[in-house]
Structure formats: structure tokens, C-alpha cells
């Protein structure tokens, strides 16, 4: 069974950094993908960034694109999401996901859509505050 667990999140002020961590497991080979989501109140969940362990593939959304790093401590079964610059609408709780593979992951974060996610993480809240 393929378990996620986050750590991380908090509060922070405009500009300052934040790293989520994704640790994952029951997965039988290490060619997955995680991709991260989140959702402020009262809003749609959104794709923020994709990291496809096969061939190290990294995509962001265009919202985040410059500012958040994805990356994987294959070691740990873990993917991280560093967040930098952040910003007042950054605030929303964070998911990560195993979509099926890294181009069902691109579909979804890009906004297309089409696919069913069955693996999720508890989610961690990210509150940028003055």
C-alpha cells in the first residue's frame, strides 16, 4: 500500500522561504512520480510542481515557475518542495500525490486534467502572513 506523509509548512512573511517534504513508500521501484497540489480557502485545487523519478523530470506551473524547487533524496524516499519568494497567495494547504506517471502529472498541474489520483499526502498549511 503507497503511503505519503508530509511534513513542514508554517507561517511566513512575504519574501521569506519554506521547505514541504513528501516521504513516500509501498512503492515496489523507484520509477514514480510525486507531484505536489494545494488549495487555499475556498478556492479550486491547483498544481503547483511535478518530479518523475525515471528520468528526473521536474515541471512547474507557471504560478510558481522561478520561485519553488522540487527535488528527490532518492536515499530517504523523499521529495521536497522548496518555496521561495513567497508570496500572500501562496497560502493554501499543500498536497503531494503520486499521479500514474510524470506526463499525467504534467497534465494535471498544467490545468488539462484527465486523470484520477488515487495516493495522497494529509496536506500541510502554508500561511504567508505580515
Known amino acids: 500500500q503507497v503511503q505519503l506523509v508530509e511534513s513542514g509548512g508554517g507561517v511566513v512573511q512575504p519574501g521569506g522561504s519554506l521547505r514541504l517534504s513528501c516521504t513516500a513508500s509501498?512503492?515496489?521501484?523507484?520509477?514514480?512520480?510525486i507531484g505536489w497540489f494545494r488549495q487555499a480557502p475556498g478556492g479550486e485545487r491547483q498544481g503547483v510542481a511535478c518530479f518523475g523519478h525515471r528520468v528526473y523530470s521536474v515541471y512547474y506551473a507557471e504560478s510558481v515557475r522561478g520561485r519553488f524547487t522540487v527535488s528527490s533524496d532518492v536515499a530517504r524516499n523523499t521529495v521536497y518542495l522548496e518555496m521561495n519568494k513567497l508570496k500572500f497567495e501562496d497560502t493554501a494547504v499543500y498536497y503531494c500525490a503520486a499521479p500514474a506517471s510524470f506526463f499525467a502529472c504534467f497534465d494535471l498541474v498544467s490545468g488539462r486534467g484527465g486523470w484520477q489520483v488515487h495516493y495522497w499526502g494529509q496536506g500541510a498549511q502554508v500561511t504567508v502572513s505580515s
Open positions: 509501498g512503492f515496489t521501484s523507484m520509477d514514480y512520480t
